[in-house]
């Protein structure tokens, strides 16, 4: 009888998911680079051509107007409300995108009836529908909140409908051969297997969630990071424009930045966590 | 070699086939996968299903595993039917572990957690199940590795942890289909060597599927060889060497002179 063969464990920093690399440290050198040469070109251009401040107001000013911006209850209220109807019809579009995508994956017919519907409203498009919205809903959140879950559910429901087609083969074998309950091959499963798809399908989706709520805003109401840059426009005060273009993007980099976070809790199992 | 009188006269075997048959695909193009089939293993026994591709070796595993029903036919684990009107019996099949040709581990488990999976399935509670999960780490050569990510083991290793997850639960019978088949040429033999051994330690009974002869040869109590075009026991082959077995069984004239029948008869069946 030989001897059982002897594999030795290798040092974890060996095995470490994350290893510091100069690829890895790149972007938080470039970046801030990158954004400060734009700046200085932004400036050098308005200072030398002299160009009217309705057109382009110097970063300067711009920079003012946004701290002042972060000073105002009132541009606040704005951005909680943008928050709100962001947040609200993103969360519907998960629980409609997740629920219809796991059953679309799993019955065939309802595959095959849903399908054509299912790209209908895809292909409408869709912000073309905001006035409408505000019709049956009102200038009130509800419409935003609306134009948020439509525009967002798309790809959560797409990604949902893969990530469950897509599940191994051999990994059924295994629980049918353990004879797994339904709801255990979910939740063990189907459920994990599927998640990497899904964040996908979210880390898209808050993007469209956020463009919605701004978009409902731009046509309906007087609430709202969108209902301000219109206000904005109309006062010609384009400097404060371009301030609330920045709290916008911001917002939009924090919801996004957000989601990656929880890829990272989910799946760190997942190559997609690792960067 | 034998004729194909393949029912032992156990009364009590581990697994017993009566008249299993299997079809395939539709009424217009039927397939004959596995002609009307006798075969018993006793309890403890390993047994290798060898043959070409087509031959329903596979079909013939995953019928016992529970994973295809047959189209008529008796099948009984430990005297208990796997069958019984289109549903399969727990009691049965929870003495049936199965190792595939992957490894099969879900890549969002740790090594332990993925050995623990059936017993979870199964209601033992965590500190139990992982407790049990280290200690079949230890058995199959994978202590160390308990908290790491699948990814993170070599092939050789992520099978390991697959026989593992089978024996989590202590079945009295481990189904094997090629689990050694997606690996190289020398983790294959050390892999052979190690099979061995945890059988030996573990007295199960063993059906394992294999194309490879010289596999079927050093692993196997006895070898069912199967024909294709409908699938079928050509022959049963007992093959006798002494256990422990170790590599150098392998170049000794006797293991040769069974490798040689077993490859021309391959070669007139194919």
Redesign the interface.
């Known amino acids: 009888?030989?001897d059982?063969?002897?594999?030795s464990?290798p040092p974890p920093e060996l095995?470490a998911k994350k290893r510091i690399t100069r690829e890895g440290l790149l972007p938080w050198i470039t970046t801030p680079v990158l954004v400060f040469a734009m700046v200085v070109v932004w400036h050098v251009y308005v200072k030398t051509t002299g160009i009217s401040a309705f057109i382009l107001p110097a970063p300067s000013t711009v920079w003012t107007e946004w701290l002042a911006m972060l000073d105002s209850p009132r541009a606040w209220r704005h951005t909680y409300f943008t928050i709100y109807a962001t947040l609200v019809g993103f969360f519907w579009a998960i629980v409609i995108g997740v629920g219809l995508g796991v059953m679309i994956a799993r019955i065939r017919w309802l595959e095959q009836t849903l399908n054509p519907f299912i790209v209908a409203t895809q292909v409408v498009p869709k912000v073309a529908l905001v006035p409408l919205f505000v019709v049956w809903f009102g200038f009130g959140i509800t419409s935003k909140v609306i134009v948020a879950a439509v525009l967002a559910f798309f790809p959560i429901l797409t990604n949902t409908v893969l990530g469950v087609k897509s599940i191994?083969e051999?990994?059924r074998?295994?629980m049918?051969?353990?004879?797994?309950t339904r709801w255990?091959i979910f939740k063990?499963?189907e459920l994990?297997?599927a998640?990497p798809y899904i964040l996908t399908g979210l880390e898209v989706g808050i993007v469209l969630a956020i463009i919605g709520a701004i978009v409902g805003e731009y046509l309906g109401g007087n609430t709202g990071l969108g209902a301000l840059l219109i206000a904005r426009m109309n006062a010609y005060e384009t400097d404060q424009m371009f301030a609330v273009l920045i709290h916008m993007s911001l917002l939009g980099f924090a919801f996004y930045f957000a989601i990656g976070a929880l890829r990272r809790v989910l799946?760190p199992?997942?190559q997609s966590a690792s960067h | 070699m034998s004729s194909a009188a393949a029912t032992s006269t156990d009364p009590h075997p581990a697994i017993g086939l009566k008249a299993i048959e299997k079809w395939y695909g539709t009424r217009d193009t039927p397939v004959h996968a596995l002609a009307p089939t006798d075969l018993a293993v006793p309890e403890g026994q390993f047994l290798v299903l060898l043959g070409p591709s087509g031959c329903g070796k596979t079909t013939l595993l995953r019928m016992i595993g529970g994973l295809i029903e047959p189209t008529s036919g008796e099948l009984s684990i430990e005297g208990k039917n796997l069958w019984r009107g289109g549903d399969r019996q727990s009691e049965a099949l929870s003495e049936l572990g199965m190792v595939f040709q992957e490894a099969n581990l879900f890549p969002w488990l740790t090594i332990e957690q993925n050995i623990a999976l059936p017993l979870e399935l199964k209601g033992v509670d965590k500190d139990k199940r992982l407790a049990r999960a280290r200690e079949l780490c230890k058995l199959v050569g994978i202590a160390g590795f308990e908290k790491r990510w699948p990814k993170e083991l070599s092939g050789g290793m992520r099978q390991r942890a697959a026989i593992a997850r089978a024996l989590s639960y202590d079945p009295h019978i481990l189904l094997m289909d090629e689990p050694f088949g997606a690996l190289d040429a020398m983790t294959r033999d050390a892999m052979n060597l190690e099979l061995q051994r945890i059988w030996m330690e573990t007295k199960k009974t063993v059906v394992l599927v294999t194309h490879s002869i010289g596999e079927a040869v050093f692993l196997a109590d006895r070898i069912v060889l199967l024909s294709p075009r409908p699938g079928r026991i050509d022959s049963i082959i007992d093959v006798p060497f002494p256990r422990a077995r170790g590599t150098e069984v392998q170049t000794s004239a006797e293991f040769q002179a069974i490798v040689r029948r077993l490859r021309v008869r391959l070669a007139e069946i194919s």
């Open positions: 009888m030989t059982s063969v002897k594999i464990v095995l191994d051999g990994h074998d295994v049918t051969s353990l004879n797994a255990q063990r499963l994990p297997s998640l799946i199992w997942h």
